[in-house]
């Protein structure tokens, strides 16, 4: 009966390895064949791929298993680039998102970072490994992960409690969206905010909220390319109309 060569690969090649556990190819068609892969520190695993498709059991599993066709086939596993965040404080605050510790993200990945004073301090700033923070005087901005990065959110003490700009600084939902900090679309949206809405209680109770839950939808919606596009289309660019509309008219 005809035997059919298996070829494992890895994507990319440092990424870790993948093992052929039946070991014993060349397999007839049918044949189930168990296979595993093992991530490299600074990477996870994705999923396996092959060439032409088979069906595994379970794709984005390390350990699984597929069928053998009645071909030569190439089994591919899928690896990412990992970064670690470490997030801190000084006295007089936190960091509510993502946290404080350590964390893991795949690299190039957008995160929203928001620092809340105490009561009698204010935010000052990130340092640490800030290259790639959007705002470094903002207490609620993103960082890309694109290395191992160790970041602290700073506050001071304040004899009398201002308003600041300072906390009113990231658009998450409508950067995740557009997927950069820069889109011209976002600058619409800020202007809104700092001519519009901070100008009166309910505007100001609105944008409170928004820092509140912005976060959490744009680490939903972030690693999701379907996602970014109906957001962006079906809330974002609306909003973004309305607020072009609504700024005209007020400085008008």
């Not at 658009?171 to 809405?197: H, M, S, W």
Request: aromatic letters at 10%.
């Amino acid at each position: 009966m005809a035997t059919y060569e298996l070829t494992m690969a890895l994507d990319p090649a440092g990424g870790g390895t993948a093992t052929d556990m039946s070991d014993k190819s060349p397999y007839e068609a049918g044949t189930v064949v168990s296979i595993k892969a093992e991530a490299n520190a600074g990477y996870r695993f994705v999923n396996w791929t092959a060439v032409p498709e088979v069906v595994f059991d379970n794709a984005n599993a390390p350990e699984t298993t597929f069928a053998m066709p009645d071909e030569a086939v190439t089994v591919t596993a899928n690896f990412v680039a990992v970064c670690q965040l470490t997030i801190s404080s000084t006295t007089g605050g936190s960091v509510i998102a993502p946290g404080e510790g350590k964390f893991t993200y795949d690299a190039g990945q957008l995160v929203s970072l928001v620092a809340d004073p105490d009561d009698g301090y204010r935010f000052v700033e990130w340092t640490g490994n800030v290259a790639t923070i959007n705002d470094l005087k903002a207490a609620s901005t993103t960082v890309i992960t694109d290395g191992d990065y160790s970041i602290t959110a700073n506050f001071e003490e304040q004899e009398e409690e201002e308003p600041s700009s300072d906390t009113t600084g990231g658009c998450f939902i409508a950067t995740a969206a557009y997927g950069t900090p820069t889109a011209q679309q976002i600058d619409v949206l800020r202007e809104f905010r700092d001519v519009v809405l901070l100008e009166s209680a309910a505007g100001s109770r609105l944008v409170a909220l928004y820092y509140r839950l912005g976060p959490r939808v744009a680490d939903f919606i972030v690693g999701s390319e379907l996602l970014r596009t109906l957001v962006r289309k079906l809330l974002v660019d609306p909003l973004v109309w309305t607020a072009e509309v609504t700024g005209a008219i007020w400085r008008g």
